[in-house]
């Protein structure tokens, strides 16, 4: 087995089918693993460079399980509470989710009165598909498998919010006769833009209202002790107890079937070139690359097509920065958004003291906004480094005045771009994230793990469940079920 990329949907693939026995080779461009969720060092500062929040540690979620099926402990973290603080930028009071649900649900009949039908289904809805995804389906079928393991899953209540399938959560507010509430739309599209790369009107009512309950119990939020670099380093380690080979700055160049299998042509160290031969090769590259490392007239004319016309996600400007702790105002929470026209939509997260991402007495604080990838990877040097200076200059002052800091109160700013995050994770453009969660691309109508092509399979951000590198472990183990059922294996986490 061959698998592309070292991010955490390509590491855990690795883990598992390691696991099972099979020699697998994982392929990674960069010097370090981790991908979107890997880290990297400033000094005494270590920033994590996408990621900085994770989901599925609580007994039954998707990395407690897979973690447990790997034997690996559960790495060292803290719940958030609260998930987050969400300042809508218009004068009112921020909005603060709650860990809690009665406290949570206490705070958003404060925040949005007359929303309570709304919030009452977003709830059942998320009830439903926690069920319905502890039974492991395939979602995207595209065989008999795939179709068994989805009927198998299917229960009463996943069945009644299937009927609201091709609805989007501006759909769910209609029905629930809060649509006209203006501030709850923007709470919304603040939220639903962090994990769905959609606004509230282009959600899928279905994932939207599961994205929404994730910061509350029994579920939650989690900070990792240490970095997010933890989280890859336990897969690294069982992917080497395993027996599986990971190779670092090993870029894939091309795919060509072979017989049988495939040849895969990759660029060692930007210089030598090689050719290594799998029985079967699992991406988890995005799935806009495949034509660049197919050619056309190996895929499916049906296929081709679909893949060049995803849409491209949005690229991030990522200020990372140290302050003063004491500088921070009072009780100030690890995560905060805030609405503004300029420069942009703000998600910040800021390090605890003693997590060992900065000396005591100091923070770093990372601060993150979707920007269109635009001409950033194409641009002239010069033009680069003044449109990167003033990005960064407006990002530092708005974070200043809403956090009330002083230019001395800042002891370290750098600002990544799409530029950089393309040299970082080897996305095309800079791109992060995977598909948006439109109606049209959730679920049953996303793009499938099993490609029309034998032997290739994707995982990702690309696929269902979505972003986060607990919906991207799931996108894994699909996969990785998919894969083994077709050599006669079955794969099972248990509960």
Known sequence: MIVIGAGIAGLTTAALLSKEGLAVTLLEAHHQPGGCAGTFRRGPWTFDVGATQVAGLEPGGSHERLLRHLGLPLPEADILDPGCVVDLGDGTDP??????????????????????????????????????????????????????????????????????????????????????????????????????????????????????????????????????????????????????????????????????????????NNRDLITLQADEVVSSLPPQCLPDLIESHLLPASYNRRLKSLPEPSGALVL???????????????????????????????????????????????????????????LEEGMYQRRKQERLEAMRNALSEWLQLQPQDWLHIELATPRGFAGWTGRPRGMVGGLGQHPSRFGPFGLAGRTPVPGLWLCGDSLHPGEGTAGVSLSALNACRQLLANRGTELHLGG
């Open 95 to 268: 909005i603060t989710l709650w860990h809690d649900p009665e406290r949570w649900a206490a705070e958003r009949q404060r925040q949005f009165p007359g929303s309570d039908r709304f919030w009452r289904l977003c709830e059942a809805i998320h009830s439903s598909n926690w069920v319905f995804a502890g039974q492991d389906p395939i979602v995207t079928p595209r065989s008999l498998w795939d179709l068994r393991q989805l009927i198998g899953a299917l229960r009463l209540p996943t069945l009644a919010s299937g009927l609201l399938a091709g609805l989007s959560m501006l759909d769910l507010m209609r029905l629930c006769g809060c649509a006209d509430d203006s501030r709850l739309r923007r709470f919304l599209d603040l939220q639903l833009k962090l994990y769905s790369q959609e606004p509230t009107d282009r959600t899928a009512a279905l994932y939207g209202a599961t994205v929404l309950n994730m910061a509350q119990a029994p579920l939650g939020l989690w900070h990792l002790q240490g970095s997010m670099q933890v989280l890859s380093d336990q897969l690294v380690e069982a992917i080497k107890s395993a027996g599986g080979t990971i190779l670092r700055r090993h870029r894939v160049t091309a795919l060509r079937p072979s017989s049988p299998g495939w040849d895969v042509d990759v660029q060692v």
């Open 320 to 378: 990372y920065g140290v302050v003063k702790r004491e500088a921070l105002p009072d009780n100030c929470p690890g995560h905060l958004q805030r609405g503004a026209e300029h420069p942009g939509s703000l998600f910040v997260s800021i390090s605890r003291e003693g997590d060992g991402r900065a000396p005591a007495g100091q923070a770093t604080l990372i601060a993150s906004l979707f920007t269109p990838t635009a001409d950033w990877c194409s």
